[in-house]
């Protein structure tokens, strides 16, 4: 197996650290400040962008208050900053903000339709690498050896060497397809693993080939000593298992003749190559954890539909691996950022965003009544609305995040699912409340799930959940479990417990999936063209065709 330290030397390492624990420092002190960060923020971004366009139209140069900036600012979601956005890509200056966008990130969305996100230097240098940096810090000082490029295999890089153009001819592309350091001047910025000999593939791939992409940064990975796998969307890091299995028997070829992806650019490694088809004879299947004896960190989102799933999955890593919270945040912006050793939550990154917040229940929409941050409660969940020097005023994305305690005095979140409610009879039922009620009759069975989705199902009105069992479960035991999920969901929404009493809907209805089922569907979408990175966990499923795909296939389809 190859050193862990081969890519980044000592000085950069030593550099780097001092970087992460510097802006962890930073954003914990903040804490003690909170009311007065976020009167500085609101300041910096109204004077900073007083002039431009929508500076201009929306009065920045009288506003002193948050209460003022409220009237004078509508919340909005992308749409309300679509138009403004449309004539920056096509070249119009001092639009949205007084500096110039480098790049525009790309952003899925709940929709699918692909966002621009205008990302300037003032916002990268005072609301992005902040919490950028200080997000690696819990992993850097607890785990020091998985900073080396050849002990850490990253499953969100995705160099892309041809980006789209915008009219203005800036980058559109995806957060993990930037090179910081080329773009901003930011020299440390490459995430650990990110200079890993399978980083940069050695033999030409097609852009949109990510399957195969994928195939060869992991053959290439296998033959190393890895340390972590960080994959902040937990859906990568559930397939790499899968794929080990998928691909076992190609990986161990290659290694023993030298070829990555069929073409001799490596050394033949029989040795390793013997090593692996011993741990085939012994384990079925390998999982990382054999691969990697020394594997000690996962580092992903943890909240959402991930909670069901990450306690067992973190097994095939490992006896003993840490499974680190990525920060709760969006290609628009962050949100939170974990300071300690907190298994999934974080603090408000209050030196970035001026945030406010609506009562998840509630509708949002350009008259919204928000809360401040010191107004939340524990145990409250509330959609985000945030406003930072690069453009987005009182953008509201969709997200949702569970209030689990204060450090500092300042809220800690979780990410606790998307905001838009499944609505086929009023019952309003949001994600947390499938989530929280899932793992609520699961506990309840003893029983364990690899993923889950649901939809409502058409004449019947009663929600079908596609779940994948761990283990499988018998006749009475899936009629229980069916019962227990109802009883939770009723307890959890009101609205769905006032469908069920008036007849509006049904009890739940379970279907079974094999075991790989949600990783066969996750191979399939990213065949058909969506990066890694964004194909995520779906909880609502509700297009025919997307709900068929899932629960009409079968073992040996890929």
């Not at 085939?280 to 992903?300: D, E, I, Q, Y």
């Amino acid at each position: 197996m190859s050193s862990p330290e081969r890519g980044w030397s000592a000085a950069h390492v030593g550099d780097y650290r001092k970087r992460v624990f510097h802006e962890r420092d930073v954003l914990t002190r903040a804490l003690g400040e909170a009311r007065a960060w976020q009167q500085r923020v609101l300041h910096d971004l109204l004077d900073f962008n007083a002039g431009t366009a929508f500076g201009r139209e929306h009065g920045f140069g009288r506003i002193r208050t948050l209460d003022e900036y409220r009237r004078a600012v509508p919340v909005h979601g992308y749409d309300g900053l679509e138009p403004w956005i449309e004539r920056m890509a096509a070249g119009e200056r001092n639009v949205l903000t007084a500096d110039d966008p480098v790049v525009y990130f790309t952003s899925s969305g709940s929709t699918g339709a692909h966002k621009k996100v205008p990302v300037t230097p003032r916002f990268m240098r005072t609301s992005f690498f902040p919490f950028f940096y200080a997000a690696w810090a819990s992993m850097v000082e607890h785990h020091p050896d998985v900073v080396g490029a050849d002990a850490v295999l990253n499953l969100k890089q995705d160099p892309l060497p041809v980006p789209k153009l915008t009219g203005d001819g800036r980058p559109h592309l995806g957060a993990s397809q930037v090179d910081f350091g080329a773009a901003f001047g930011e020299p440390l910025s490459a995430e650990p693993g990110t200079s890993a000999r399978w980083a940069a593939l050695p033999v030409e791939v097609a852009a949109d080939d990510h399957l195969e992409k994928a195939y060869l940064r992991l053959r290439l990975a296998v033959e190393a000593d890895l340390r972590c796998v960080i994959g902040i969307n937990p859906a990568a890091v559930a397939a790499l298992p899968y794929q080990l299995t998928l691909w076992w028997e190609r990986i161990v070829r290659e290694i023993r003749d030298g070829t990555v992806g069929g073409r001799a650019v490596a050394d033949p490694d029989p040795a390793r190559a013997a090593e692996l088809e011993a741990l085939a004879r012994r384990f079925s299947p390998v999982r990382p954890a054999h691969v990697w004896p020394n594997l000690r960190v996962v580092f992903c989102w943890t909240g959402g539909v991930a909670s069901l799933y990450l306690p067992r999955l973190r097994e095939d890593y490992g006896i003993g691996v840490d499974v680190l919270p990525a920060p709760v945040a969006a290609s628009e912006g962050p949100t939170a950022v974990t300071l300690d050793r907190h298994p999934r939550a974080g603090s408000l990154v209050v030196t970035a965003s001026v945030y406010e917040f609506v009562p998840a229940d509630l509708p949002i929409g350009a008259g919204a009544e928000t809360l401040q941050a010191h107004e939340l409660e524990p145990g409250g969940e509330y959609q985000v609305v945030y406003s930072h020097v690069g453009g987005m005023y009182r953008y509201a994305g969709g997200d949702v995040v569970r209030v689990v305690d204060r450090l500092g005095g300042v809220a800690r979140v979780e990410y606790a699912g998307r905001a838009t409610p499944s609505d086929a009879v009023g019952e309003r039922l949001r994600e947390s409340h499938v989530v929280g009620a899932l793992s609520t009759a699961l506990a309840e069975s003893g029983l364990e799930v690899r993923n889950a989705s649901c939809r409502v199902a058409g004449a019947t009105r009663r929600y079908e959940f596609a779940l994948a069992p761990y283990t499988p479960w018998s006749g009475d035991e899936t009629t229980r479990i069916g019962e227990r999920l109802d009883a939770a969901l009723r307890a959890r929404s009101a609205g769905y417990d006032s469908a069920r009493v008036q007849g509006r809907l049904a009890g739940p209805e379970l279907t079974l999936l094999d075991a790989d089922a949600f990783q066969r569907d996750w191979h399939r979408r990213v065949a058909e063209g969506t990066r890694p990175a964004q194909v995520k966990d779906k909880l609502f499923r509700q297009d025919q065709a997307d709900w068929e795909r899932l629960v009409g296939a079968r073992e040996g389809e890929d």
